[in-house]
Structures are given as structure tokens and as C-alpha cells.
């Protein structure tokens, strides 16, 4: 089925259950996946991505909402797996259309309502949720089940539908040991599997991955290893909803005894929530301002930041090309950035590092395996999840397309059948009835691009645009001529932008200018009128004119001026 | 020392040598050192670097000539270590300016000469020479010694002045069972060791990474797994300077029994030279053209090509959205991607290894750590090096620069003292005299851009244009005003590109246009007669129109023509 033939059937009479995965197939961000009875629909988070190097000047990427739009009477609710931003970064602009509550655990609704600066919430619209319980939308129901990630309050969920049951493991690993002393819910996962699942999806992000990813008490370890050695301040960098990774600071920090300094706004939210919730425990006494850091003697301190990767605006940024006003790094400072780079990141992280190193301080990084461990499940997790559930079928989510292929591969050898696995595109319609199911349709799975208060208008024709402009800039011919003879009052006039350095292309410009007088002289003289005409002449005679000088191809534009 | 002190002090009288990095030092690529005696000078390499994706527009970036201009009287030649672009591919731009000779062995030189259709070269200025040989520019004389590297006929350099012995490692591994028999040439190494090194420069690219870079015979234990369970056609993507890779590709298809087809200029250029040279061992019978591949079966036919790196026109990037002429992949191939990524291209390559599964094709990538091997020597390996040399100075090259330091943290783990371990950055002159050496000042180390036929007139400031013009696009206004009251007898016209999707701004547009006249004739009224003054009234007018309706600010410009 080709995204042309954007064609959704009409259902069944017969119970029935959709899947329509809106975003996160065959892509890493804006995660969503619609669950759609006879009556009733919900979505599964609301996620948004980061712009590609090719979606020039776009912010973010949301999920296209057609399907639920021209379902709006049967939309009942989006509920969330947890509070990063791929699952809930959507969720404004969702709102703004649809009056529906949102779903979640108190910590991943918290981090929806931070955003209140930016967006209006109405209050009223959250309903928080505690694993282990349940929540029914008409024929749906939905069981929120604990499982570990690198943000708490993390679940997966079961969703109880006539068709069948669905079970979304939403982002998750499997930590034997972690921070909080909750692994997963492995009995009702367990029990889950045994009523029966007719399909399930699942986070595929570390498909490719080998073995079990490491237990958070790793980074623990690293950290011991590193706060026992460093002499000098301590700086750790790392997602701001990294809760686990926050207490594991803190904890060295008491153990050590340093004291800790939260920087950036972002990163105190969280802390805020986090310990007013219960998740974080971070004794008062501990934390100082990041003013009160030089009170300190070096070994004393440890910062925590946001900035790992390398975001150009980010503290840890600013600090490594000396540009934050109220922290200086300096020789003898260790710097842990406890993440790895998200693919496409890279270059900027280690430019970050590179700048870290020339101001003298030490970089531990993720790289290392030991001081950042993956949030997400490796193939034997995988395996384990898919052994303990055994889904009928089989929806591999969360993950660029070699990723969802790979873990289909994975769930064929715990025995789901190979035609069971349905390997999807964002937007395709999964239909089971009877229990069985298969793609039925496509609805609009596309990229609606937010720059500033646009949603969605910048689109293909502008990214052309701006990719043109940014390779060779544009030239502007701005010239008046009388209607009668379509002879020069005015100009030419030549202004352009991102082509040459202008101090120095004084002589290159008087002569472009030349040559276009005569070019539209010539006009005059062979009786051409028609303005798209002379503007054809003009545009061809200074493209091939700057080529010849430049090699470069800018966007050329005539505006010619009739009086 | 800043950037600002651009500061080289008169050499002293007595015998020195000043080695001079003028790229390569805190990035990958542009490689080049500059090795001066009183009387004379050559060049250790001339690259090129690709432009970072801030870099919009440009081709490539290449060295600052400036200090050799200033001494061009004692410029004697150009040194060639290897073929790879990153150490020649500034020569042509060097030859424009510069008559000296251009010295390496055959297959450099061979490659160096393959960029005629782009660059004419005088023939007469190549001097071929091989490892083990000797070749004197007055009171410099180079040995090149025979190393290992992913490209053949790679050296180190072994540098003779008055003041002292210079050892230049190129880049460099230690292979020590490689495909062509000819592993680095030890004995050399050890006894330059024993003369006494004044001072050494080595490769850092791999100096993070632990241990000893695996053997090229690795690639051909994978590729032996991978030829004996391939049903169908198999393609293999490397660069296309890998002769070492092509000459196992070419021993798997004669073991497998299959038919192989080169894909590609660049790689049909380097078989025939490395071919002609002795390089490489190609049975003629054994080669098809691309044309003829679907007159074999599957199982019988390998295709080498290049795009290993996602480079969006190449073969491999084409091939995986159906858009190459000559060549289709259909299920059942199996790609081999023999490289890993270049830090920057991670994304282009998954997105090539996605469409490439999208279209039914198993793919075999070198993250896999046996399907491609690095070129460059990893710890054990630097540390040997340092072992044979025993340099009394060290310089790490050819790396970003927590690279430089990781390399220089090794050097005196072997015994360098530390304070004889300069970490430079490009433009850093090192002066040794009387056997002591240091940083003694600082010349022009920047990017020198390349874009189309322009060589350095693309600059910070026309950079800067073209990133504000691909964040948010370009607003101009045209109006003629009579030149008496300033009022409008033409326009206004908004022409604008990349900021709004046109055909649905209508109303937008026309709003624009109303504001415009709206502020036009308010400065008639008010009697501004000034055209700068009137600009500024429409800039900022627009500005704020546009922002406060799209939270956009694209470049705004002005341009008002009087009759």
C-alpha cells in the first residue's frame, strides 16, 4: 500500500479494534499510537520529534491529527506512558482541538503541566493514575502497569477492548536492580500474558542492541569511582527528566560530601516535582545556588546541568566556550556527561567536549558505557517481554525502520507467527475483528511542522526554499520602467543576500548591474511588453552571468516596477 | 597565545626547524604541517576537509596559504604521505599559487593526478618515490618509510634538517598480517629510533580507542560468512580508495564464484591505477559491467560500490530510493556497507540502511566491528609507535582535541616528559633550536572555504546570511515613491521566499501590503523625505507584523526606488 492511496475502510459491525500508530515507525520521536473501538478511541501518548538537519528552522514535529478529527465524537482521552518529551511534547497542540482528559501518573503529568508557561491548560483535564490501577473510556479499559525507564512513573499499559487486549509496553527496560527499589511488575505482566493478548506493541529502540542494558546502579558505580578521585569540582550533565539519574548526584553528593547546585530552570522543575512527589529524596541542607558554588572549596561542590547534547543554548554549552554568566569552568573541574549522543547529535557533543578539554577540565563520557546506561530494553529484554506477554500478533513500535524489522525477527523466534508481525508506517490502520487483524487502510502519518506559531504551514515548498537559500543564497533585481516603452525610470537595483562578501564585490556588482540595463534596454528595443517576459530575460541573463563569475546558483528574482 | 596575537618572530641565526600544522590539529581533516629550515620548506600533505552543517552552501574547506606565501622563496615541494582526500585534496589550490613539485609513491601520485578533469596539473611536477627511498630539498632531506594504512602505498616520513630529525607517521596502523603482505616496516622505524628523534608527529584519530585496531584479514572473515549464506546478489559500499577492501571483494567473488561489477567513476579510476600499478590483483574475466548483471544469476554476482557515508548523490544513497539508472535493489540482495560513519553522518547512513530494508534487503553494517576495520592505530599500536621512536619532543596530529590529548596523555606514559608534549592548534609554529623546542608564535590556521569557483571570498558574514536565511527565510519590499513628496506611484510589492507556504497566504499578504502603504504614506505625511529614514520605518513595520503573526523573523529588506 503506497501513501497515496490514503484509504481508510469503513469498520465492521462486528467488534472491532484499531491500531493506528500516528508517529514513531520507522522513526525516533512523536510517539502515538490510536486504539479505536466500535464507539470509543484514545490515544496513546502524544509525542513530538526534533527537527531533522534538513527541516530548516522548523521547532518541533508533531503527529498529523486528521484521523482523530474526523473521528472527534468517539475521541475520548490520550493516555500517557510517561513524560518524556516523544510521548508528550504533542499534547498542547492536541489540546487546543480536543476537550479530552489526560491520563498519567502523577510524575509524567507533572512534567505535561510544566509547560503551562507556554501553553494555557485548563487544570481540570488531568486525572492522575497510579500503577496497577485501572482507567475505562466506554468499551475501553485501561491498566496501568508499572515497568522501569530512565524517568519514573513510568507503565505500560493493557487496554481491555470487546475486540481483545491490547498491551503497550511504551518506553521501558527491565531493571533487576534499580534506583528506586521497583523493578518492574513482572507478576502482572505475567498475568496479563496469560488472559491472553491479541497483540502487542513494543518499544524497539534498542532492537539492534545484544544482551541486557545495564541496571542504573552501574552509573552509580561510575559515579563512586569518579567522585572518589576528582579533586576538584564536579559538574554532571544529563537529561533534566532523568529522575534516577538525579538521585543517583545527589546520593554521591551526601556520601561524599559535596554540596550540589542545580543549574537551569528546567532541571529545578524537575527536582521540584520530583521530590514534592516522592521520587526524589534530596535532603534540603545538601542543595546551595549556583551563586553560592564559589563559597566552596572545589571538592566540595558538584553541579548538576542540562546540555548533553551539546544543545547550543544548553548551560553545559555556554559553559564550554565560556559563555555562561554564572558559571566558569575551569582547570581542574571533571565533567561527566552522563548520556550518548541522540544520532545526529554527535558532532556537537564532542564539540562540546573538544571545547571542555581546551579550558583544562577532565571529560568522563557516556561513551564509556559505565557513566550513562540506556533507558530502553536490549534483545533479551525484548525476548523476556515478548516470553512473558505472548502476543497473537505482534506491532514492533519506537524505532527507525531497521529497528522495528530486527525486533519482528526477535519476536519469530519466541513464536509469534512471521505473518502475525505487523512491521508499520505511520499511519497505516490495523483492523483485528474476530481475532485476527492486518493493515486495512492509511490515514496521514506525515511530519506537521511547528516554526513559531505556525502548525503545519511550513511545509515541502518552504524547506525547498530555505535549503536553496542557505546553499547559495538569493539576488534580487528591483528595477521601474514607464509602461509605454517598458524603458528604465529607475534602478536596476541589485540586492542580494548569502552570495558574496559585499565589501569586497563592489566591481562584480556594477557590472552585474550593467549587464541588466542592458539586458532590459535590449527589451525596450525588440518591443517586449510583457512583464513576465522581460522578468524571464532578467532572470536567465544575471543566473547565467553569476554562474560564470561564481560558480553558484542563488535564487534570482526580477521585480520590475511599472509607472 | 589567542587567535588576535597573530605574532611570528624572526627565526634565530643558528640551524632550526619549525614545524608548522597548518591544519588537521582539533579537527579531521585539511591535514598539513609545515617543516622550515633556514633555508627551506616543504609541506607534509596539502587536505581538504567537508564543510560542517554550519557551513552552508560550501563545497569544501582548505588550508590558509599565508605562511607559505610569505616565504614562498624557500617553498620546495610537497610531500605526500596518502591518497586520502584529507591529505591531497588541497593540492590542486596549492599548485595555482605555487610551481614547487608534488612527491609520493605511484598510487598516491595516481590519485593525486585522477582530479586532471577537474584541476589542470603539470604533468613534469610529480616525482614518484618509493617506501625505503630518499629525496633531498636542500638542507631538508625525507625518507619514506612504508606503514600500514586503508589505502595503499601509505608512508611515515622521516625528516633530516641541521637541527634535528623530524619522524612524521602519516596516518597510520600496524596490520600484521595484511592483504598485501607488507606489514609496516619496523626495522626502519627502530633503527630512526636510534638516530634520535627530535621530535615526532603522529596520528591521533583513534587515540580514545583501547587496544589494537584489528587486522584488515578481519574483513575478509566476514565477508567469507557473508558471500557463503548469500542467496542472492550481494553489494558491497567502501570508499572508494579502500584498495585493500576492493582486493578482498575481488578474492571473495573469485573463492564464491561470482561475477564482479565496479559501480562508480571514482572507483572504476582507482581499480585501473591500482590495478596498473601493481596494487591490485584483479582477474579481468572475473569483471562485468553494471549493465550486465541481470544477465547472471543472482547468486553468481557481486557489486562494488561507493556512498558508504549516506553522501546524498552517490550510488548506494540512490539505490536506496530507487533512483539509480543502472542499478535496482530488490528483496533478497544483501548490502554490505564496508566503513563506518564519519562523525556527522550517522543519520544520512541509517537513513540509507532503513530505505535499503524498506525495499527488502538485508543489510550487514561495519558498526558490527567485523565487516569494516579502522585504517588508524589505536592505543597499543600509538604506544608502540612511541616505543620504536622514543621521540624526545611529541606532537599530536590529525585528530579533534580531546583526541590530541588522550594522544599526548600516552607519549608520557612512554616517557615523553610532559612539558615536551605541545598540543597545537593549527597555526601554532613550533621553533627547535640547539635540540629545545616550543611554541614560539602564531600564524593563519582558519577555514579557507571553497565554494563553486570562489576560494575564500565565503566568510563569516555571508555565512551568516545564508543561516538566518534557512532559519526563517527573506521579506523584501519594492515601492517607487516620487522623489518630491515620497509618495507611492508604484507598489508595494512583498516578494518573499521561505518564510510562508504562498498559495494559502493570500490574505496575509494583501494584509502585508495594506500596513505597508499604511506606513509609506504616514512617513509622506510627516514629511520624511529621507530614504534610509523610510527604510527603517518599513523594516521594523514588517518586522513586527510578521512576528507577531508567525513568531518568524525573517530577513527584512527595504528597497524604495525614487522617480
Redesign the interface.
Request: charged share 30%; hydrophobic share 35%.
Given at each position: 500500500m503506497t501513501v497515496d492511496s490514503l484509504i481508510v475502510p469503513d469498520p465492521p459491525l462486528e467488534p472491532y479494534v484499531r491500531l493506528v500508530p500516528l508517529g514513531g515507525c520507522?522513526e525516533i520521536g512523536r510517539n502515538m499510537t490510536l486504539v479505536e473501538t466500535n464507539d470509543d478511541m484514545v490515544a496513546v501518548d502524544c509525542g513530538l520529534m526534533f527537527p531533522?538537519?534538513e527541516m530548516?528552522?522548523v521547532d518541533i514535529v508533531i503527529n498529523d491529527f486528521t484521523y482523530i478529527r474526523e473521528r472527534a465524537s468517539k475521541f475520548r482521552a490520550v493516555l500517557v506512558t510517561h513524560g518524556h518529551e516523544d510521548h508528550i511534547g504533542g499534547i498542547p497542540y492536541l489540546l487546543r482541538e480536543f476537550d479530552v482528559p489526560v491520563v498519567g501518573t502523577d510524575l509524567s503529568l507533572a512534567l505535561i503541566k510544566a509547560k503551562a508557561k507556554e501553553h494555557r491548560f485548563d487544570q481540570q483535564k488531568f486525572q492522575t493514575i497510579e500503577a496497577g490501577e485501572s482507567i475505562r473510556f466506554g468499551s475501553i479499559d485501561a491498566e496501568f502497569v508499572h515497568i522501569n525507564h530512565s524517568v519514573s512513573g513510568a507503565c505500560a499499559l493493557a487496554i481491555r477492548t470487546p475486540a481483545g487486549l491490547i498491551f503497550h509496553t511504551g518506553d521501558f527496560k527491565f531493571d533487576q536492580t534499580p534506583i528506586d527499589g521497583r523493578p518492574a511488575d513482572f507478576a502482572t505482566i505475567a498475568e496479563v500474558g496469560d488472559e491472553g493478548v491479541l497483540c502487542m506493541l513494543s518499544d524497539s529502540t534498542n532492537a539492534e542492541r545484544p544482551g541486557h542494558t545495564l541496571s542504573e546502579r552501574v552509573v552509580g558505580e561510575a559515579f563512586s569511582t569518579i567522585f572518589s578521585r576528582a579533586k576538584g569540582r564536579i559538574i554532571v550533565a544529563s537529561f533534566a527528566s532523568n529522575v534516577p539519574r538525579i538521585q543517583q548526584v545527589v546520593d554521591h553528593a551526601v556520601r561524599f560530601d559535596r554540596k550540589v547546585a542545580f543549574l537551569g530552570r528546567s532541571l529545578q522543575n524537575v527536582m521540584r516535582y520530583a521530590s514534592e512527589l516522592g521520587y526524589l529524596r534530596v535532603p534540603p541542607e545538601r542543595v546551595i545556588q549556583i551563586e553560592e558554588v564559589d563559597d566552596y572549596p572545589p571538592a566540595q561542590v558538584v553541579v548538576m546541568t542540562t546540555g548533553s547534547q551539546g544543545e547550543p543554548m544548553s548551560a553545559l554549552t555556554r559553559m564550554s566556550v565560556r559563555d555562561h554568566r554564572k558559571f566558569k569552568i575551569v582547570a581542574g573541574d571533571t565533567v561527566v556527561i552522563s548520556a550518548t549522543p541522540i544520532?545526529?547529535n554527535?558532532?556537537s557533543v564532542?564539540r562540546t567536549?573538544?571545547?571542555l578539554?581546551?579550558l583544562g577540565a577532565t571529560?568522563v563520557h557516556g561513551t564509556d558505557g559505565k557513566s550513562h546506561v540506556s533507558g530502553h530494553a536490549s534483545q533479551e529484554e525484548l525476548l523476556l517481554m515478548l516470553n512473558l506477554v505472548r502476543p497473537k500478533y505482534f506491532i514492533p513500535v519506537h524505532g527507525?525502520?531497521?529497528m522495528l524489522?530486527m525486533h519482528g525477527q526477535l519476536a519469530v523466534r519466541t513464536g509469534v507467527a512471521p505473518e502475525h508481525i505487523l512491521t508499520c508506517e505511520n499511519g497505516d490502520v490495523i483492523e483485528f475483528c474476530g481475532g485476527e487483524g492486518d493493515k486495512v487502510g492509511k490515514t496521514y502519518g506525515g511530519h506537521v511542522m511547528v516554526?513559531?506559531?505556525?502548525v503545519g504551514?511550513?511545509?515541502d515548498?518552504?524547506l525547498r526554499?530555505?535549503?536553496?537559500?542557505?546553499?547559495?543564497?538569493?539576488m534580487?533585481v528591483?528595477v521601474?520602467i514607464d509602461s509605454e516603452e517598458a524603458r528604465i525610470?529607475?534602478?536596476p537595483?541589485v540586492?542580494t543576500?548569502?552570495?558574496?562578501?559585499?565589501p569586497?564585490s563592489d566591481g562584480v556588482m556594477n557590472e552585474l548591474r550593467n549587464e541588466l540595463t542592458g539586458i532590459i534596454e535590449n527589451c525596450s528595443l525588440e518591443g517586449i511588453r510583457d512583464l513576465n517576459t522581460v522578468k524571464e530575460h532578467i532572470r536567465n541573463g544575471l543566473s547565467r552571468s553569476i554562474y560564470a563569475?561564481?560558480?553558484?546558483r542563488p535564487?534570482v528574482?526580477p521585480?520590475v516596477?511599472?509607472?
Open positions: 520507522g531533522d538537519e530548516f528552522g544520532p545526529g554527535e558532532k564532542y567536549i573538544n571545547n578539554y581546551k571529560v527507525e525502520y531497521r524489522v516554526d513559531g506559531s505556525g504551514d511550513v511545509g515548498a518552504v526554499d530555505r535549503k536553496a537559500l542557505s546553499n547559495d543564497g538569493i534580487m528591483v521601474t525610470i529607475a534602478g537595483d540586492v543576500r548569502g552570495v558574496l562578501y559585499l569586497e563569475r561564481t560558480k553558484r535564487i528574482i521585480v516596477m511599472e509607472v
